[in-house]
């Protein structure tokens, strides 16, 4: 009992030991940079807590990220020279979508590849059964053959 | 044959998943290694009335360690700071990072303070420039003013002396 108390209380603890300086995370009042921001942050991820956009995270982190972004459209940059911005001081990881270049193809077109591997294996299957159970009429040869064996 | 080829995708994929298990999935590359350390000028937290730039710094091997006083690794890290800038002779600023002042400053007056100075980045905006996504994090800075080394997390003994020490003590020679 003592321990789940202790558990509870420490549950708790994080509320009241930090006080972070939160950062304010207040819509903008212009629709259009809200909307920017919305689809723009849905491809970038929250660094903290890795499975997550910076759309849907409420890490502070997460905040402070949105404030400059939205700060960044309002100054008339484009959704280009933000992702740069980003890119340039957290890498290529906050994007949720891999650029493509030599170190990702493997992951952009492997799949691509084990389909095609895929393929060719049923392909070759497919053929090979249908060799087995079609009929072959006998060459000449073979038919002599086999009158010579079922000669009594 | 019949049984090779199972037994060699299982193989292949023992192999990617062991390489999975060694990765730590919070550290990240930083964007910044080998490039110019981000300039900024800050109010100092002793001396608020003082400013600081990291071009203040040039000709020197520095430290730029991420603090606050919410962050609880942090504290774990703090008693180390004074043991590494001791051993290696390396001067050790702070980033005070979104932290409110008094609580700074209390934090300062109970464990100690082992930086030459802390930087107050309020509002996390400097933090931004140098791709910080927690505390603590800790960056080697060159005399030239370039990044060399970055650490997220707690500054263990064995980080300090496996990846920090030998590096400090080349660029204190370059």
Wanted: proline fraction near 7%; hydrophobic fraction near 40%.
């Amino acid at each position: 009992m003592t321990r789940l108390l202790a558990l509870l209380l420490f549950c708790l603890l994080p509320s009241v030991v930090i006080a972070q300086v939160r950062t304010e995370d207040k819509p903008s009042d212009d629709p259009v940079v809200e909307e920017r921001l919305a689809k723009l942050s849905q491809e970038l991820r929250c660094l903290q807590c890795q499975n997550q956009t910076l759309a849907d995270s409420p890490s502070d982190i997460a905040a402070d990220l949105r404030r400059e972004i939205r700060e960044q459209i309002k100054a008339g940059k484009t959704d280009k020279e933000i992702v740069a911005f980003l890119t340039q001081r957290y890498g290529d990881f906050i994007l949720y979508r891999p650029r493509v270049m030599p170190t990702t193809y493997l992951l952009w077109f492997g799949p691509f590849l084990l389909l095609i591997v895929g393929l060719i294996m049923l392909f070759r299957y497919v053929k090979q059964r249908r060799d087995a159970i079609t009929e072959k009429p006998l060459t000449a040869e073979e038919r002599r053959r086999a009158e010579e064996m079922l000669r009594p | 044959m019949r049984y090779l080829i199972p037994l060699v995708l299982f193989l292949v994929m023992l192999f990617f998943l062991a390489i999975g298990l060694t990765r730590d999935p919070n550290k990240l590359p930083s964007a910044l290694l080998d490039k110019p350390a981000p300039t900024f000028r800050l109010p100092q937290l002793m001396n608020p009335e003082k400013t600081f730039s990291a071009e203040d710094m040039r000709g020197k091997v520095w430290m730029l360690n991420v603090w606050a006083s919410w962050c609880f690794e942090c504290r774990k890290e703090h008693p180390y700071l004074f043991q590494y800038s001791k051993s290696a002779g390396i001067p050790i600023v702070g980033l005070n990072y979104k932290d409110k002042r008094e609580d700074a400053l209390s934090w300062i007056g109970e464990l100690g303070d082992p930086y030459v100075l802390s930087a107050v980045d309020l509002e996390g905006r400097v933090g931004m420039d140098y791709g910080v996504y927690g505390a603590p994090e800790t960056y080697l800075i060159d005399k030239g003013g370039t990044i060399r080394y970055k650490h997220v997390g707690v500054v263990t003994p064995e980080v300090w002396t496996k990846e920090f020490l030998p590096l400090v003590q080349e660029l204190n020679r370059q």
